[in-house]
């Protein structure tokens, strides 16, 4: 399953404070049994949440879980969340979500349904838990030379800001 938090911040001074935060909050998220990896992206994309962070989860059960609860949330910036960009989504489609790299950019398309657009291969994900903002949610990873001119019609276009965390193996750093 896949998990999107999405957000924007009121106070754009706060962005780079932010950003630091966030990394440590993605290296504490995969410490969570059942969640396997975390990353976070951001767009510019008009009408788009800013901020997007996509975990990998095992299932739903993770957000009732104790120490995911004493972890999870926006922490110092709560208060200056925007909430026209708060959107929190359980999608399911997909075991891992994927890995993008510096080079690359992810499009998301929000449907009604399922849909095709020629020379993209989207994944569909349906929403199944916590705020089901859309019904479905497209995701294609490309390179960033194609993703400007791909994200249009209802297509944002997110860029990697930080690396994919994942959990850390027992002997490596």
Same mark, same amino acid.
């Given at each position: 399953?896949?998990?999107?938090?999405?957000?924007?911040?009121?106070?754009?001074?706060?962005?780079?404070?932010?950003?630091?935060?966030?990394?440590?909050?993605? +290296?504490?998220?995969?410490?969570?049994?059942?969640?396997?990896?975390?990353?976070?992206?951001?767009?510019?994309?008009?009408?788009?949440?800013?901020?997007?962070?996509?975990?990998?989860?095992?299932?739903?059960?993770?957000?009732?879980?104790?120490?995911?609860?004493?972890?999870?949330?926006?922490?110092?910036?709560?208060?200056?969340?925007?909430?026209?960009?708060?959107?929190?989504? =359980?999608?399911?489609? =997909?075991?891992?979500?994927?890995?993008?790299?510096?080079?690359?950019?992810? =499009?998301?398309?929000?449907?009604?349904?399922?849909?095709?657009?020629?020379?993209?291969?989207?994944?569909? =994900?349906?929403?199944?838990?916590?705020?089901?903002?859309?019904?479905?949610?497209?995701?294609?990873?490309?390179?960033?030379?194609?993703?400007?001119?791909?994200?249009?019609?209802?297509?944002?276009?997110?860029?990697?800001?930080? +690396?994919?965390?994942?959990?850390?193996?027992?002997?490596?750093?």
């Amino acid at each position: 399953m896949i998990f999107m938090s999405q957000s924007g911040l009121t106070d754009a001074g706060r962005e780079s404070a932010w950003d630091v935060w966030y990394l440590e909050h993605l +290296r504490l998220m995969v410490t969570v049994d059942g969640v396997e990896s975390a990353q976070r992206f951001k767009t510019s994309t008009p009408g788009y949440s800013p901020s997007l962070a996509m975990y990998s989860m095992q299932s739903a059960d993770i957000f009732r879980d104790p120490y995911y609860l004493s972890i999870r949330g926006l922490g110092e910036f709560l208060p200056i969340i925007d909430q026209r960009h708060y959107r929190r989504n =359980l999608f399911a489609g =997909l075991d891992l979500a994927p890995a993008v790299a510096a080079d690359e950019a992810m =499009l998301i398309w929000d449907a009604e349904a399922p849909q095709e657009k020629e020379g993209v291969d989207f994944v569909w =994900l349906q929403a199944v838990a916590v705020d089901k903002s859309t019904p479905f949610r497209g995701i294609a990873v490309v390179g960033t030379q194609r993703a400007d001119a791909l994200s249009i019609g209802g297509i944002a276009c997110y860029r990697p800001a930080t +690396r994919v965390f994942h959990k850390l193996v027992p002997g490596e750093p």
